[in-house]
């Protein structure tokens, strides 16, 4: 694979460098770092799971009671970065944030694990607990409300879109003369690409 900025689809070639990180068994490729802002525009960084691609953008979950969700509904705006050690490559995308449809929501959540849906469920994501033992209890309560057949998407669990404007391609090379290009979205909604000095 080509790490030249040859292709006017950056996401093309995100799904390259993903495969590439798939095969050097990179610890989990789909992590990336999710950065958003508070309504007073003081900043969050945390890791999750990378779960849809394609034209539209990149795709993650997470409880609605969450901040990052209350950061996304007051300031629907967030940066992305996936950083593979093992194959000296990074990607940063920027862009606004939409929410997923219920159908999206509801088709990704079926294909969960059914401990993490019920994990969905019990768990009263970045609340405060009294200790392990309440989360333990909570999922129980959950395994006996749904002992058998298909659990629902809780209402409170959904997915956010980041819609890319900006997708930064960056790779390590010896004595710091790294490869870094751009690819920035126009108003027409055609891709531009531009390379970077390192």
């Known amino acids: 694979m080509s790490n030249e900025p040859s292709s006017r689809d ?15 068994k990179v610890g989990d490729p789909t992590a990336m770092s999710v950065a958003t802002v508070d309504d ?5 960084v945390r890791i999750v799971l990378l779960k849809a691609v394609d034209a539209r953008g990149f795709v ?17 705006r967030a940066a ?18 939409e929410p997923v449809t219920d159908e999206e929501a509801d088709a990704y959540f079926a294909t969960r694990a059914r401990l993490s849906q019920l994990g969905a469920w019990a ?17 129980a309560a959950m395994m006996l409300k749904y002992p058998v057949g298909a659990v629902p998407r809780p209402p409170f669990w959904s997915g956010f ?8 391609f960056w790779w390590q090379k010896p004595f710091r ?4 290009f751009i690819f920035q979205r126009g108003e027409d909604g055609a891709w531009r690409e531009q390379w970077l000095y390192p």
Request: aromatic letters at 10%; hydrophobic letters at 40%; charged letters at 25%.
């Open 10 to 24: 950056p996401i093309a070639l995100f799904n390259d460098w993903m495969a590439d990180a798939v095969r050097s």
């Open 40 to 44: 007073a525009g003081r900043p969050a």
């Open 60 to 76: 993650f979950y997470t409880n609605l009671g969450s901040p990052k969700a209350a950061h996304l509904r007051a300031r629907p």
């Open 80 to 97: 992305l970065c996936f950083h593979w050690h093992a194959i000296e490559r990074q990607v940063r995308i920027e862009g606004d944030v």
């Open 123 to 139: 768990s009263k994501q970045s609340r405060p607990m009294a200790g392990y033992w309440e989360l333990e209890k909570a999922v």
């Open 161 to 168: 879109r980041v819609k890319p404007e900006s997708i930064e």
């Open 177 to 180: 003369h790294h490869q870094r």
